[in-house]
């Protein structure tokens, strides 16, 4: 395959620089060499996204430009350099840093009059072993870009100022060009006669001649893959390795990229002995390139055991929603199948039919991407043959209603209270009674509604859910106080008598004890039994003035009741008795017993309803996969709080000289209308796709003259919120995360040098330590650290999670979360999962209330850990974000094109 970047265009971010020390990219020209007309030098350089081929095989990989002019008539040398990011720093001679010459190419392309008739536009590539190796070399290493320049000076500098060098180039012309092809994927899906291999279960087989069969990934989704298998006799030991005979391969086959590839029936099997396969693939030529071998598939022979045959007749539409799977055998004495999502299944139904004993059932789909239903036939001897199905479902549904509940600049208390999943248009908002708005309760910058325990709540003009089908609700809820002897309901869909379901804090036992619960009613009779999936845990004072994130499922096929705690499946219940519909008022913040009761006391935010059912995947989200090619970041919500990505940036010469100008200040891409202010000598260039913020302790001015010239300064940039209006803005200092509860930062950094330590993003908290420190350190040869302390004022119990900080000079995202429920906290570069550390027994919830800052830390002794490199695209959320929802915002962010 060919890319060239952003792999369709061939476009990619280019500046030149010159001898006195300006950058600039919006030309029409990549200059190279000195121009004769002004005796400057100038040299060109460009960075290539190269996230598309991280971890691929490149075969070749070579640079192509287009000349528009040259001085010479004849061919004269340009040089190919690997270079350092694009930045824009004044007061370097050349940036960025030139570090290998790695090919040069002759061309000319006079069109002056001087060398008779004009030249036309010529095509020059760069093409060599080394520049293969240099873009190998960064893709195994998932590097997000490279950035590579256009010069006159050979390898040791030499012949920069020779005349004849002179060229313009096109820079949209500039493409770097890789032929590459993924690595097959590790074969999965493994089946024996359609019996599913598991880890450490040896499967029964009813046959002497078995197929094997298994699912053969690659990326490149485009091509054909040759198969290849290995089998074996099972020794008496039980053990096996290479040097284990194998037994005459089946032949392999070709097979579609993902695709199912089943061999034909082996022979020469002994009936009551082991047997273990195998399988691996190779790609096409001219790459060739193996996948690694599966694991190892074990089966047992025993032609006493019935068949059984498992076939998907409806595919469930996603996750958590229901399918129809049919279930056969052609063993007349069959009396009934067991069926399961694990091995070995335990759910029996009778089989049914003369000659081929039938079964129906439908279920529910556990996860996302491939599900294997494994399931048994048992004969009136009791033998039990084994069997199961594989097959993919689609990404996870979204929430049918979704109510956000919390206001914020530009959001309205109607617009609040509006269904996000319904348009604006038609959508009906919910009716407020009786309740507040409490600000910087959940999110700084926010309110969130406040329920008083009597009398508050927000209703829906009809029903929501229903209750006769599958269906999930969650919410997050702070309890204000801990109920003394009624139930607190946060939300509700009323019936006749009963409520069809109530999520909230249930009070039952001896003595009445309150815990998370999700209720329901046998009927519509609020005297018939109570079904609840409570949590095991009593509630406690540490529970009040806490979010926490509650979740009940219905889940009809089984007939389940289950109840979700921050993402973790704390309790479940049997229904046996058929649902009934509750069609009433759907509630926020009350319950119902024939009239509204049990109200909540406290807070509720981000309502969300399914037509589905939740599954273990919607809390913990997912890296995409071979067989599920998405990232999913999960259901539980972490809203973004600020969002800075610098385009529309200025320098900062002198702060608070000219309130009028946009310069020293950095406006929010966010939702909050925040501020990002800079301090004196802040600098703004090239990022890692359009503009950042430079700092380097000393301010940007060249003229001798000027009073800032050679300054030291501090430069950072600190968050504010507008306590005013528009009209009359107050700006004041303020934090973006509450750093008592959950919450992830992120920003894409690199620093000048690899030294000391130094602060990419941090939270202020007054006269004591930040909240939080995400850093560059020097230690164990340079790393990148994501730091939390137990309390404000302690200077030991600390935790960090520290990775390897591979080239800390170039662009990388970094990434750290607290995730409070788990006391745990991650650090992730460029996307991937690097570090996770548990937190120290002595921290405690506490919050940094002081401004969030980009460039430095603040420690009781003054501000400390100055950075002298780049910082772009920061962001912040209030919650944990999963593997997949780092991933996904990775992706998103190096795929995104700057505009210059």
């Known amino acids: 395959m060919f890319i060239d970047p952003p792999w369709s265009t061939g476009k990619s971010r280019w500046a030149y620089a010159t001898n006195n020390n300006s950058t600039n990219s919006d030309v029409s020209v990549a200059r190279v060499g000195k121009n004769p007309d002004t005796g400057v030098l100038y040299r060109s350089f460009f960075d290539f996204p190269l996230v598309g081929i991280a971890k691929k095989f490149i075969s070749k990989a070579y640079v192509q430009a287009t000349l528009d002019h040259s001085w010479s008539c004849g061919d004269t040398i340009t040089y190919l350099w690997h270079a350092g990011p694009i930045s824009s720093t004044p007061r370097t001679k050349w940036s960025p840093v030139m570090k290998q010459a790695i090919e040069n190419a002759y061309s000319h392309g006079n069109e002056a009059d001087g060398c008779g008739a004009k030249d036309p536009d010529m095509t020059v590539n760069f093409e060599s072993s080394v520049i293969t190796s240099k873009i190998q070399d960064h893709a195994a290493n998932s590097a997000p870009y490279i950035t590579l ?21 096109f820079p949209n012309s500039v493409k770097l060009i890789v032929d590459y092809s993924s690595y097959p994927g590790q074969p999965y899906g493994l089946q024996t006669t359609g019996a599913a ?41 039980g053990t096996y390795n290479d040097s284990t005979p194998r037994k005459t391969a089946p032949a392999g086959a070709s097979v579609p990229a993902g695709g199912r590839s089943t061999t034909a029936a082996l022979s020469g099997l002994v009936n009551g002995k082991s047997y273990a396969f195998r399988a691996m693939a190779t790609d096409p030529a001219p790459y060739n390139l193996p996948s690694v071998w599966s694991a190892w598939c074990e089966f047992t022979t025993d032609v006493s055991y019935p068949d059984v045959t498992a076939t ?31 091995f070995p299944p335990t759910t029996e139904v009778t089989a049914t039919g003369t000659g081929v004993r039938t079964a129906s059932v439908t279920l529910t789909a556990p996860k996302y991407g491939e599900n294997i239903l494994f399931v048994s036939a048992i004969n009136s001897a009791q033998t039990e043959g084994q069997g199961s199905v594989g097959f993919i479902v689609d990404r996870p549904a979204p929430p049918t209603n979704w109510w956000k509940l919390e ?76 109920p003394a002897s009624e139930d607190n309901v946060a939300v509700s869909q009323d019936g006749t008598s009963a409520a069809g379901f109530q999520l909230g804090v249930r009070m039952a036992g001896s003595p009445l004890t309150p815990r998370w619960a999700f209720v329901m009613k046998d009927t519509p009779d609020q005297a018939s039994t109570t079904r609840s999936a409570a949590g095991v845990a009593a509630l406690t004072s540490a529970d009040v003035g806490k979010w926490t994130h509650l979740a009940g499922v219905f889940d009809r096929p089984s007939g389940k009741m289950l109840l979700y705690v921050n993402g973790t ?129 000393t301010h940007f001015v060249e003229d001798p003259s000027d009073p800032h010239y050679n300054q030291v300064t501090q430069e950072y940039g600190r968050a504010q919120d507008n306590l005013g209006d528009e009209a009359t803005p107050n ?18 950094a690199r620093v000048e040098a690899a030294t000391g330590r130094q602060t990419v993003l941090s939270q202020d908290h007054g006269s004591g330590y930040s909240g939080f420190d995400l850093q560059f350190r020097d230690t164990s040869g340079g790393q990148w650290a994501f730091t939390v302390r137990a309390a404000a004022t302690n200077t030991t119990a600390i935790t960090t999670a520290a990775t390897t900080a591979v080239d800390p000079t170039e662009w990388h995202q970094l990434t750290g979360v607290l995730d409070a429920e788990r006391r745990q906290i991650r650090l992730y570069v460029d996307g991937e999962l690097k570090a996770t ?64």
């Open 312 to 342: 998907v007749t409806t595919t469930p539409g996603g996750p958590g929603e229901k399918g129809v799977f049919a279930l056969s055998s052609n063993t007349s004495t069959v009396v009934k199948f067991r069926y399961g999502w694990t």
């Open 407 to 482: 206001l914020r600049p530009g959001v309205t208390q109607t617009q609040a209270l509006t269904d996000e999943r319904i348009e604006a248009t038609i959508a009906t908002p919910l009716s407020p009674a009786g309740v507040t708005w409490s600000p910087g309760l959940r999110l700084p910058g926010a309110s969130s509604p406040a329920f008083n325990g009597s009398s508050s709540a927000v209703n829906y003009h009809q029903s929501v859910v229903n209750t006769t089908e599958s269906f999930s609700v969650a919410a997050w809820v702070r309890l204000s106080a801990l």
């Open 837 to 900: 550390t548990a937190m120290v027994s002595a921290w405690q919830r506490w919050n940094a209330t002081g401004p969030f800052v980009v460039g430095r830390s603040d420690q009781p002794a003054g501000f400390t850990d100055w950075l002298t490199g780049g910082v772009d695209d920061v962001v912040a959320y209030q919650g944990a974000f999963t593997d997949g929802g780092v991933r996904e915002l990775y992706n998103t962010q190096v795929n995104q094109t700057g505009e210059e």
């Open 569 to 697: 499946l704390v309790g479940d219940a049997d229904r046996a008795a058929a649902p009934w519909a509750a069609t009433g008022v759907f509630s926020i913040g009350r319950g119902f017993n024939a009239a509204p009761a049990k109200w909540f006391t406290g807070s509720i935010a981000d309502v969300q309803v399914y037509d589905r059912v939740l599954v273990a995947q919607d809390f913990t989200g997912s890296l995409a996969t071979d067989a599920y090619p998405f990232n999913e970041p999960g259901m539980v919500s972490a809203p973004r709080t600020s969002a800075w990505d610098f385009k529309n940036a200025y320098p900062c010469y002198e702060a608070g000289t000219d309130p009028s100008s946009s310069a020293c200040r950095v406006s929010e891409a966010g939702d909050y209308s925040r501020r990002l202010a800079l301090t004196d000598g802040s600098w703004v260039g090239y990022g890692q796709r359009n503009k950042a913020l430079l700092l380097d302790g």
């Open 731 to 748: 700006w004041s200092d303020g934090a973006v995360v509450r750093t008592d509860a959950s919450f992830t930062v992120s920003a894409w």
């Open 149 to 169: 320049a256009l010069c006159a000076c050979a390898g040791n500098g030499s012949g920069e100022t020779t005349q004849d060098r002179w060229k313009k180039f």
């Open 197 to 237: 291999c598991s880890p450490g279960v040896r499967s029964v087989i009813g046959t002497l001649a078995p197929t094997l069969s298994g699912v053969f990934p690659d990326a490149d989704g485009t091509q054909a893959l040759r198969t290849k298998w290995e089998w074996l006799e099972i020794p008496a030991s």
